[in-house]
DNA sequence: ATCATGACCATCC
DNA sequence: AGGATGGCCATGA
């Protein structure tokens, strides 16, 4: 079962429309805690597990990097997906991030 | 309560 | 550019 923690992150990691990034650390500061951007990713891990569906490909850190792709199956299936949502993905990390990333403390 | 872990972040070298 | 270090914090054993 989820705990209330990781319920904060799959709800906004679902918000995150298509075409657009976030970052572990923007997150883990929208839920408050800041500094917890680390269980963000670790939460992510989880997400394959949670029953709806969490775009977890649309998490990147804060260089916009796909930190967490190796933890897809296969790995590529992440950069597939954003190119698949009109993501830019070059070299494991995502062109123009400034211009596809959203912020959840901006938009919520 | 303590220890170890981690899909991070910032800094230093 | 790339590796190492410390910090920060939730989770589980």
């Known amino acids: 079962m989820e705990t209330n923690f ?3 992150v799959y709800a906004l990691v679902r ?4 075409g657009r990034v976030s970052s ?4 883990a ?3 408050g805690a800041g ?4 269980m ?3 939460a992510m891990r989880y997400a394959g597990l949670a029953q709806a569906p969490v775009p977890a490909h649309r998490v990147v850190n804060s260089s916009g990097l796909l930190t ?3 933890h897809f199956s296969p790995p590529e299936q992440m950069a597939e997906l954003l190119a698949a949502e009109g993501v830019v993905v070059e070299n494991d990390k995502v062109r123009h991030f400034k211009q596809v990333f959203w912020d959840p403390l ?3």
């Open 6 to 8: 990781y319920e904060q």
């Open 15 to 18: 918000l995150i429309p298509e």
């Open 24 to 27: 572990y650390g923007a997150i």
């Open 29 to 31: 500061r929208a839920l």
């Open 35 to 38: 500094k917890a951007s680390r």
């Open 40 to 42: 963000v990713g670790y």
């Open 68 to 70: 967490g792709k190796f």
């Open 106 to 108: 901006k938009e919520i």
